[in-house]
C-alpha cells in the first residue's frame, strides 16, 4: 500500500526529504511510519545537539570551577542510539534479503 503522506512540519528541510525518500521506496505500515517518525526526529535532535556542541565544546566549568560534559553530549549520544535503533527496527539499512521481517519494497510490489 502506497502512502501520499507529507513528511512532518517539524523535521529538518533535509531529514524530511530521507523521510519522504523512504516513504516513497518502502510501503509502511501506520506502526512502521510512527517509528521513521522517531527516527528523523531522533536524526535532527543529535544534529542539533552536535551543532551547539561545535559551537561551545563538549566542557564546561560549573560553578565550582570543576569541569563537566555540556548536557548536549547527552543528547547527541542518546539521539544517535535512538536513530539507529530505529533503523535496525525498521530494518531499513540492509541490502538484500534478511532472516527478520521488513516492510516490503514498494518497487518490488511495481514488478521493478
Same mark, same amino acid.
Given at each position: 500500500m502506497e502512502h501520499q503522506q507529507n513528511a512532518p512540519k517539524h523535521l529538518s *528541510?533535509?531529514?524530511?526529504?530521507?523521510?519522504?525518500?523512504?516513504?516513497?521506496?518502502?510501503?509502511?505500515?501506520?506502526?512502521? !511510519? =510512527?517509528?521513521?517518525?522517531?527516527?528523523?526526529?531522533?536524526?535532527?535532535?543529535?544534529?542539533?545537539? =552536535?551543532?551547539?556542541?561545535?559551537?561551545?565544546?563538549? !566542557? +564546561?566549568?560549573? =560553578? +565550582?570551577?570543576? *569541569?563537566?560534559? =555540556? *548536557?548536549?553530549?547527552? !543528547?547527541?549520544r542518546d539521539s544517535a542510539i535512538g536513530f539507529a535503533r530505529m533503523l535496525r527496527e525498521l530494518d531499513l539499512d540492509i541490502s538484500g534479503p534478511t532472516d527478520r521481517a521488513r516492510p516490503p519494497s514498494l518497487l518490488s510490489n511495481r514488478g521493478l
Open positions: *528541510p533535509e531529514t524530511a526529504q530521507w523521510w519522504q525518500s523512504v516513504m516513497s521506496e518502502y510501503a509502511l505500515e501506520p506502526h512502521h !511510519i =510512527r517509528l521513521l517518525t522517531l527516527a528523523a526526529e531522533a536524526y535532527d535532535s543529535a544534529q542539533q545537539a =552536535r551543532e551547539v556542541l561545535q559551537l561551545e565544546g563538549k !566542557i +564546561f566549568i560549573d =560553578r +565550582f570551577d570543576q *569541569p563537566k560534559p =555540556r *548536557p548536549e553530549v547527552a !543528547i547527541q
